[in-house]
């Protein structure tokens, strides 16, 4: 159970991504939300902004704040959105990651070999 989110004795997930209103993202969210309702986890997302900078919203990265919070809910386990770090390099993704590795983690696409990853082959896919 996780003390710090309620009394709660299903898990909590934290969902850290950018938006969930984005072409990609609101073609995932409906089925994250399905899948939590179905195995009895309680899903947070944390829909930060992408990291530091985004071409498309200079102040964008205010959003980053949500993401201490994230950190700060000491989850059962975090679900990340490798599409955070579009905009930055990879060891200062890495740093960002690194907070949340007292926890189980597992990223939307490849981000890191350390991670679990989701990973949808969107060309196999269309050719079958």
Same mark, same amino acid.
């Given at each position: 159970?996780?003390?710090?989110?309620?009394?709660?004795?299903? %898990?909590?997930? #934290? $969902? $850290?991504?950018?938006?969930?209103?984005?072409?990609?993202?609101?073609?995932?969210?409906?089925?994250?939300?399905?899948?939590? =309702?179905?195995?009895? !986890? *309680? @899903?947070?997302?944390?829909?930060?902004?992408? @990291?530091?900078? +985004?071409?498309?919203?200079?102040?964008?990265?205010? *959003?980053?704040s949500l993401?201490?919070?994230?950190?700060?809910? *000491? $989850?059962?386990?975090?679900?990340? &959105? #490798? &599409?955070?770090? #579009?905009?930055?390099? *990879?060891? =200062?993704?890495?740093?960002? !990651?690194? =907070?949340? =590795?007292?926890? %189980? @983690?597992? +990223? @939307?696409?490849?981000? $890191?070999? &350390?991670?679990?990853?989701?990973? !949808?082959?969107?060309?196999? #896919?269309?050719?079958?």
């Amino acid at each position: 159970m996780n003390t710090k989110t309620g009394n709660s004795s299903h %898990p909590a997930i #934290g $969902l $850290l991504i950018e938006g969930i209103t984005g072409p990609y993202q609101s073609g995932i969210w409906p089925g994250m939300v399905e899948s939590a =309702r179905e195995e009895g !986890v *309680r @899903l947070l997302c944390y829909c930060g902004g992408a @990291l530091e900078v +985004s071409p498309q919203n200079p102040w964008e990265y205010q *959003r980053n704040s949500l993401f201490d919070i994230a950190e700060k809910d *000491r $989850l059962d386990g975090y679900i990340i &959105s #490798g &599409s955070l770090g #579009g905009f930055i390099s *990879r060891d =200062r993704f890495i740093e960002f !990651v690194d =907070r949340f =590795r007292d926890r %189980p @983690l597992i +990223s @939307l696409i490849p981000i $890191l070999e &350390s991670i679990p990853a989701v990973y !949808v082959d969107n060309h196999k #896919g269309m050719y079958d």
